[in-house]
């Protein structure tokens, strides 16, 4: 995720959701910011980690690294789910009917591509898994969209998706 759209989440949550305002506590001292509790949320999600992975790196709890994941997806579905979680109209389905007619798919909605990405920053021990004929680890991203309106993505497991079995 770039800076700009991670901020640009931080401040929405920050100014309309109570839970990411940063308030004193009991003793007077300020509480998480909400830029750790978004952190921890979107590092969870991302990693797939558990909440007590977050508590060295944000100082902040398992229990509260939970309640953080939990407010983030309530306040993104909340703050940004009518333009980016929603189904598609029927103008959307007609452009993608009509963008798939002019490659020459007529009926066609989207199409699904896969995409080797090189992994610059791969845990060592696991190259073998992730190295395909360029020498190089990569990760694949399975995805479905024309104008990056992602209805479905999926990063494979190392081996399941390959030149074989994932087109290019």
Same mark, same amino acid.
């Given at each position: 995720?770039? &800076?700009?759209?991670?901020?640009? *989440?931080?401040?929405?949550?920050?100014?309309?959701?109570?839970?990411?305002?940063?308030?004193? /506590? %009991?003793?007077?001292?300020?509480?998480?910011?909400?830029?750790?509790?978004?952190?921890? %949320? *979107?590092?969870?999600?991302?990693?797939? !980690? $558990? %909440? @007590?992975?977050?508590?060295?790196?944000?100082?902040?709890? %398992?229990? !509260?690294?939970?309640?953080?994941?939990? /407010?983030? !997806?309530?306040?993104?579905?909340?703050?940004?789910?009518?333009?980016?979680?929603?189904?598609?109209?029927? +103008? @959307?389905?007609? +452009?993608?009917?009509? *963008?798939?007619?002019?490659?020459?798919?007529?009926?066609? *909605?989207?199409?699904? @591509?896969?995409? #080797?990405?090189?992994?610059?920053?791969?845990? !060592? $021990?696991?190259?073998?898994?992730?190295?395909?004929?360029?020498? &190089?680890?990569?990760?694949?991203?399975? $995805?479905?969209?024309?104008?990056?309106?992602?209805? #479905?993505?999926?990063?494979?497991?190392?081996?399941?998706?390959?030149?074989?079995?994932?087109?290019?």
């Amino acid at each position: 995720m770039n &800076k700009e759209l991670f901020l640009r *989440i931080v401040d929405r949550l920050s100014n309309e959701i109570p839970y990411f305002q940063q308030r004193r /506590n %009991a003793a007077g001292r300020f509480g998480l910011s909400s830029l750790q509790k978004c952190t921890a %949320a *979107i590092r969870m999600m991302a990693y797939g !980690t $558990a %909440a @007590d992975a977050v508590d060295e790196y944000l100082r902040l709890g %398992a229990s !509260t690294a939970l309640l953080c994941l939990e /407010n983030f !997806t309530e306040g993104i579905i909340n703050l940004f789910g009518d333009e980016y979680l929603r189904r598609p109209t029927p +103008q @959307d389905l007609q +452009q993608l009917l009509d *963008i798939g007619e002019s490659r020459g798919f007529p009926g066609m *909605i989207g199409s699904i @591509d896969c995409m #080797h990405w090189e992994w610059k920053n791969f845990p !060592t $021990a696991w190259k073998g898994q992730y190295t395909r004929g360029s020498g &190089k680890p990569t990760i694949v991203l399975e $995805a479905a969209s024309y104008d990056l309106w992602i209805w #479905h993505a999926f990063f494979g497991s190392p081996g399941t998706l390959n030149d074989i079995n994932c087109w290019r």
